[in-house]
């Protein structure tokens, strides 16, 4: 069969157009000790890089056994703040690719559109994808289940095999293959290649290598 081409790419934000996991998993691990809980970095990626704040908060709750309060997070939102603005830039490479790119794309993401509008516009990326930004908080279920990448592609009137997403997390990479759509599973951040690798899915290393990967339509 000749490969058909894909009509819509959706990004990822975190780790895939903003270089912010490392950051945030530094953050995550002195929130969760300050909370009572101790995990090592790979740990924090395994658990939560890639899931929305919801199961972040569920999680923590879960596992100390207690609810946390309203506003609890309002101590810790100077410590992400800062850390940000001190070291936060789009990902290498991510600005070549999306210049080269000639197709109409998205962002689909587990952070909410406050922390979206944040962290594109410091990096200059939000004029790029205004209009079409998606957050987990506009579905019922998010990573790794399929629901925001179908309603992404739903929104902007694309069939699910014909999408092509751009992923760097293992959670993001399985609600991509449950969506029924190709991944292109970028390697280059905190999760290793050998968790993202699978059916269905294009791992690769460097953005700049990401148009031609795309434009080479759908992968065997």
Not at 112 to 133: C, N
């Amino acid at each position: 069969m000749t490969p058909r081409p894909f009509e819509l790419v959706v990004f990822d934000c975190d780790g895939v157009l903003v270089d912010s996991e490392t950051i945030a998993v530094r953050v995550d691990q002195r929130v969760l000790a300050d909370l009572g809980w101790n995990l090592n970095l790979d740990e924090i990626v395994e658990r939560f890089v890639g899931r929305s704040e919801a199961h972040f908060v569920a999680t923590v709750e879960r596992h100390l056994g207690l609810e946390l309060a309203a506003g609890w997070d309002r101590k810790y939102e100077p410590w992400y703040r800062a850390a940000f603005e001190r070291g936060l830039t789009a990902v290498d490479g991510i600005v070549e690719a999306l210049d080269a790119l000639r197709l109409p794309h998205c962002v689909a993401s587990s952070g909410t559109h406050a922390k979206m509008r944040r962290t594109l516009g410091q990096t200059g990326l939000w004029h790029r994808f205004e209009g079409r930004i998606f957050s987990a908080t506009d579905v019922a279920n998010g990573k790794p289940a399929p629901d925001l990448f179908l309603h992404a592609a739903g929104t902007l009137g694309a069939a699910p095999e014909r999408c092509a997403v751009v992923e760097d997390s293992a959670h993001g990479v399985q609600a991509a293959r449950s969506a029924g759509m190709h991944v292109f599973a970028y390697a280059g951040g905190v999760t290793p290649a050998e968790r993202l690798a699978g059916p269905g899915t294009t791992v690769f290393t460097d953005m700049r290598q990401l148009p031609g990967l795309i434009g080479a339509g759908w992968p065997s």
